[in-house]
Structures are given as C-alpha cells and as structure tokens.
C-alpha cells in the first residue's frame, strides 16, 4: 500500500502538537516556509496551517497519482489506437478499391487505345480510299474525254471514208467515161483502099 499519512504539527519537531491527524500521500499543499531543521510550514486544502517533516513533501506527483496518469493515458492511447485501427482498415479498403478502380481504369484505357489504333488505322484508309476514289473519278473523266475525242475522230473518219468512196466511185465513172471516148480512138481503124 503506498497511502501514507503525514501529521501536520504545530511546530517544528514531534514534541509540537498534531494539528492535522493524517494528510494522505498525494494531497496538494500549499508550501509557505522551509527551515533547515528539516521542516517546512505548509497550508492545506481546508486552511491548516503547519509544520510537516520536509521529506514527506515534493513537487512531482506520487507514484499512485502517476499510475492513474499513466493509466489514463493508456486507456487513451489504446482507444487512439482502435481509432487509428479502424481508420487503417477503411483507408486500406479505400486502397484496395481504388487500387481495382486503377486496374479497370487501365484495362478500359488498352480498350480504348486499341479501339483508337483501329480507328486510325480505318481512317488511315479511308483517306486512302478517299484519295484514290478521287484519282479513278478523275481518270474515268480524262477517259470519257479520250472517249469523247475518238468517236469524233471516228465520226470524222467514217464521213471521211464515205467521202472517199464517193470521190473514188466519181473518179472511177470519170476514168469510165474517158476510156469509153479514149479507146475507141485508140482502135485502128479500117482505111477505105481508093485504088480500087
């Protein structure tokens, strides 16, 4: 048991009169005066003034009121420390949530990625078609022109060989006609004999 009681007299020594039967260990007193003898004059809680043994009185608390310190201060700390507990717990649950939160999120960004090559890949062709489309509709018309331009030229052609055949089948009625007047004069003819 570490409750001790200490008298309170009214001088310095034992052969002084108790003013105060016991006060407790841990009681606060008030010090008002210290002599070499080994006793100092001191005041309590109720207003008793006297003299105590030195020895008995210090500035830091007993052990006792230490202990309930010290125990409060555990209570304290293990309740901090359930606090602290469940505050890790919900941190780590929010970790690993966020943590599969992240492993979504980065498996929907490869989807994404890959749809977006895909994507550029099919624009990529279809600046490509686009491009292309444009230079066979430019050819088809350089075509239709080139098409354009023979069946002119055959037009021309035909009418020119018509023309030719007329000129050659006119040529030939004249060739005709110049050998019908031509060869018979070219036939000798029979002289009369006058010697007859």
Do not use: C
Request: no cysteine; charged share 30%; hydrophobic share 35%.
């Amino acid at each position: 048991d570490d409750t001790l009681y200490a008298p309170i007299r009214s001088g310095e020594g034992t052969q002084y009169r108790i003013l105060h039967s016991g006060v407790r260990s841990g009681t606060s007193l008030e010090l008002l005066e210290t002599s070499e003898s080994g006793y100092s004059r001191v005041r309590t809680p109720d207003g008793i003034e006297g003299w105590m043994v030195s020895r008995y009185l210090t500035d830091s608390p007993i052990a006792r009121q230490r202990l309930e310190a010290t125990n409060r201060q555990l209570e304290q700390a293990r309740s901090e420390l359930s606090n602290l507990r469940t505050q890790l717990e919900e941190v780590t649950t929010e970790r690993n949530e966020l943590r599969s939160s992240e492993e979504s999120l980065e498996a929907r960004s490869g989807r994404l990625s890959e749809e977006l090559r895909n994507i550029k890949e099919v624009a990529s062709d279809s600046i490509n078609l686009n491009r292309r489309n444009s230079e066979l509709r430019e050819e088809n018309q350089k075509l239709r022109n080139d098409l354009e331009v023979l069946t002119a030229e055959k037009e021309r052609l035909e009418a020119k060989k018509e023309s030719d055949f007329m000129l050659l089948g006119a040529a030939l009625v004249l060739l005709g006609v110049i050998l019908a007047l031509v060869i018979p004069l070219l036939k000798p003819s029979r002289k009369t004999d006058n010697w007859a």
